[in-house]
């Protein structure tokens, strides 16, 4: 019979099945980190029970780390529970990265940097934004602290099969136009409950055109519309970005493992339980205006009326986003200005986010009055970005270099904004108080947060005076 | 866990869609490492509010939550569970959930009941109109009865008897140990080793 990519990632995995039942999952990669796992292993110990698959579970410390240094965690309870990790991890023989660690970053950009996320896995953590590892053709979805507690102790998870959904991307994206802009208009398309109960497929010609860190900012943000997990089919692109890293098959069983990934591709007459299309020809760069990753618009255009959508629960959330927000219907989106620019994230901060942000800022200053933080995803693209001197380039134009970790993204550690500040965020969640309580966030692309710091306004690179020699 | 059959008590209104689980309890909550104790996260930044809902007297002791479409969304932080559970709730009854979130209910004893926006517009009504008005929540016959009306929902057969039987799901999983094992001698063998 036909079957799609997820489906097929899914048959190799299945270690019961029984009517009835949700299927078991075998687990090939569990990643872990310091904010969803420490009732986890307390579970385990009191249940005397043991990490089954020590060599398959690796952990990194991501969330609550300071970015200004690495050594100091200043904030006592945070320290705990990075403490905690540490000794959770050497109790039970789990690997960890732990602060100073080379490979210590954000657990969605550290997996894959090393090659641990492979086309055709399983794939999870005790985070929502595990979608991200999609983009290799692995299946990945985020999980609640029971389920990592249970994949500990048994590599396994009891999980009712999806539903298949593909999503076209025809055309072409214009210049200047991301991957960032690409899944924000979709799901400002289809809204963040669109895609529920769903793994969904990106395919067609605009995806295949992607890079792999313009694919994983697409499959980053599918539990943005609410898909269990996204997926892209593994092509050279991957392969190519995969071979000769740390974890990658070597030798004869590289070659072995190319040629299993390449029958994972959808078949060409499988079916989808849902469709959707969205043609990149027609995108511009996108912004959030609200206070849910839908509730996006054309950078060229303003801020809506509450009262033209169709449905009263669509009207008011958008009254109390505006309200929230503080912005009016029919003000023009470049027209809102910013007092923090934020550069970093599982969806945007990685060494090509980092490039497309410093081209921008290459001759330029971050305006009076401005801050801008630029967070690397991991010590890795911290190191690599160094190399390519572009650190110099962000000092130079006045923003802040920091260590990796997740940072302002969540503002558990100390970078948040105050009360009322408004923020252009390269992350991927525009929630009320996500960055800090009472703080504004616009979602935005690596290039329109650089040149919005250059502005102080929402703003495009197009938008730009030409930079100084 | 807790069993759960039918459930009886009175019910917060919370007239709000797109309620994420950031909402239902902050990142700074999350710094703790322990399980319980939460109840004072819960909608935090909203509490500060004097006209938010949970603030209301009225609403004291009301173990049912009724919420707008999209309850739960975003982050898969089960504090956000624990947090509903410490509070006090029993039960959350909205016409759409975010699917982690939905999951880690199910597994902490929650109830997260799917009912239609009207039956949930019907429900606010009738709570707004008196809040002491009892709401029957009855698993076993998959059924939502207030103020004379009953609603049916849809749970699919094993949770349902997960939760009726108060099971742990790693205990569940482990009586298929030698299947787990068995498993693993057939693995591709080219899967990544970490340690
Ligand atoms: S960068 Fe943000 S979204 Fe990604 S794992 Fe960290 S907190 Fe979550």
Redesign the interface.
């Known amino acids: 019979m036909s079957r799609t990519l997820a489906q097929k990632v899914w048959d ?1 995995h299945v ?2 099945q029984a009517s ?3 299927d ?1 999952l ?1 687990i ?2 569990h990643l872990l980190h310091e ?2 796992s ?2 986890a292993f ?1 579970g385990l110990r009191l ?1 005397g ?1 043991a990490v ?1 698959r ?5 952990a990194t410390e991501d ?2 780390t300071p970015t200004d240094n690495l050594l100091t965690i200043s ?1 006592p ?2 320290r ?2 990075i403490e ?1 990790l540490r000794r959770n991890c050497a109790e039970f ?1 789990v ?1 960890l990265h732990p602060l100073g660690d080379p490979q210590q970053g954000v657990v969605h950009v550290m997996g894959p940097q090393q ?2 996320t ?1 086309p ?2 399983t794939i999870v953590c ?3 934004h595990t979608s991200t590892h999609g983009a290799f053709g692995a299946l990945a979805f ?6 990592v ?2 994949v500990l ?4 998870l ?1 999980q ?1 099969t999806p539903k298949q959904m593909a999503v076209t991307v025809t055309g072409e994206l214009p210049e200047g136009v991301s991957a960032k802009d690409l899944i924000l208009a979709l799901i400002t398309q289809e809204g ?2 669109g895609g ?2 769903y793994v969904v497929e990106y395919r067609g010609p605009a995806i295949e055109k992607l890079s792999m860190e313009g694919r994983m900012t697409v499959s980053n943000m599918s ?2 519309w ?1 898909a ?1 997990a996204g997926l892209i089919a593994p092509d050279e692109t991957t392969f190519a970005w995969l071979e000769g890293r740390t ?1 990658a ?1 070597k030798g004869q ?1 590289w070659d ?2 190319v040629a ?1 990934w390449r029958t994972l591709a959808t078949d060409p007459d499988a079916v989808f339980d849902k469709e959707v299309f969205l043609d990149a020809s027609s995108l511009t760069p996108f912004v959030t205006w609200g ?2 990753p839908g509730q996006g618009a054309s950078l060229d255009s303003s801020v809506p009326d509450p009262e033209s959508f169709g449905s009263e ?2 009207r ?2 958008a009254r ?1 986003a505006l309200e929230y927000m503080d912005l009016q219907p029919g003000q023009a989106l470049r027209d809102v200005n910013v007092d923090v620019v934020f550069v970093g994230s599982c969806t945007n901060g990685r060494l090509e986010d980092l490039r497309t942000a410093a081209e921008v800022l290459r001759g330029r200053h971050v305006a009076d009055g401005v801050r801008m933080l630029v967070v690397p995803g991991s010590a890795a693209v911290r190191e690599q970005a160094e190399q390519e001197g572009l650190h110099e380039v962000f000092t130079a134009a006045g923003a802040e270099w920091r260590f990796a970790g997740c940072s302002m993204c ?3 550690n100390p970078d948040t904004l105050s009360p009322g500040q408004r923020s252009a965020s390269t992350s991927n ?1 525009n ?4 960055q800090g ?1 009472g703080g504004r966030t616009h979602l935005v692309s690596p290039a329109v947060a650089a040149a919005t710091a250059v502005t102080g306004h929402l703003s495009a690179p197009a938008d730009l005076a030409p930079a100084a020699a | 866990m807790e069993k759960f059959t039918v459930h009886t008590g009175t019910a917060v209104p919370l007239r709000r869609s797109n309620v994420d689980t950031d909402q239902i309890i902050p990142a700074v909550y999350l710094k703790r490492v322990t399980r319980t104790g939460f109840e004072d996260g819960l909608f935090s930044a909203w509490r500060e509010d004097p006209s938010f809902v949970l603030n209301n007297p009225v609403y004291t002791g009301a173990s049912i939550l009724v919420a707008g479409p999209e309850f739960g969304t975003g982050s898969s932080r089960e504090h956000a569970v624990w947090a509903l559970n410490d509070y006090g709730f029993r039960v959350v009854i909205s016409p759409r959930y975010g699917d982690i979130f939905r999951g880690n209910s199910l597994k902490q004893g929650l109830l997260t009941v799917e009912l239609p926006q009207e039956a949930v517009e019907a429900l606010w009504a009738l709570v707004e109109a008196d809040p002491a008005v009892q709401i029957e929540v009855d698993l076993e016959a998959r059924e939502v009865r207030a103020g004379g009306h009953s609603w049916a929902f849809a749970l699919d057969d094993f949770s349902r008897w997960r939760l009726l039987e108060g099971l742990d799901d790693i205990g569940l999983t482990l009586r298929h140990e030698d299947a787990i094992a068995e498993f693993e001698t057939r693995r591709p063998s080219f899967g990544v080793l970490v340690g």
């Not at chain 1, 020590?54 to 690796?58: Q, S, Y």
């Not at chain 1, 102790?153 to 396994?156: E, L, N, S, Y």
Request: net charge negative.
């Open positions: 190799a270690v019961r009835g039942e949700p078991l075998y090939d990669l904010v969803t420490p009732q307390d249940a029970r089954r020590p060599d398959l579970t690796i969330h609550n904030d309870v945070s705990t529970q905690t023989g690997k090659g641990l492979q055709g896995m005790g985070d929502s985020g999980i609640g602290t029971s389920e507690e249970h102790a048994t590599q396994t009891p009712s963040t409950g529920r109960g539990i943005e609410g269990k974890f098959p069983a072995d493992a299993y206070t849910n629960s669509e008011a959330a109390r969540l503002g558990m969640r929630f009320e108080g996500r309580k």
